[in-house]
């Protein structure tokens, strides 16, 4: 979705409060803000899309993309490759970021994975 740049980090926080809301990033580009939802059926998706995210006034363009075939779900902690450009995010700044949820799990690695 588009997001107004001046109420990006609100939309954002907003978003990764919402129940149904699974994953939220900030991202760049025409599409700013990209979410994740869980909806039950379609009129719960559609009950969603015109009450909770309509009622957020800086959302602008809203493209959604239904799934309806999972092939695989898994999520992969990756190396990094040059450990001097990586940035380490510590389980306790997570929630200090605003856009996870405070119930990451975390991998056997420590590092915070979530559930997908």
Avoid: W
Avoid at 15 to 37: D, K, Q, R, Y
Avoid at 45 to 59: F, H, K, Q, S
């Amino acid at each position: 979705m588009s997001v107004q740049p001046s109420e990006l980090a609100h939309v954002a926080r907003e978003m990764a409060a919402h129940a149904e809301v699974s994953f939220a990033a900030i991202t760049t580009g025409p599409s700013n803000l990209v979410t994740a939802v869980n909806c039950r059926n379609p009129e719960d998706l559609c009950r969603y899309l015109t009450e909770r995210v309509a009622a957020l006034d800086a959302v602008r363009p809203l493209e959604t993309a239904p799934v309806i075939r999972t092939l695989k779900r898994t999520a992969t902690s990756l190396p990094p490759t040059d450990s001097s450009r990586t940035t380490r995010i510590l389980p306790s700044q997570i929630g200090r970021i605003g856009l996870l949820p405070r119930h990451v799990d975390r991998q056997p690695s420590g590092r915070p994975g979530g559930t997908g």
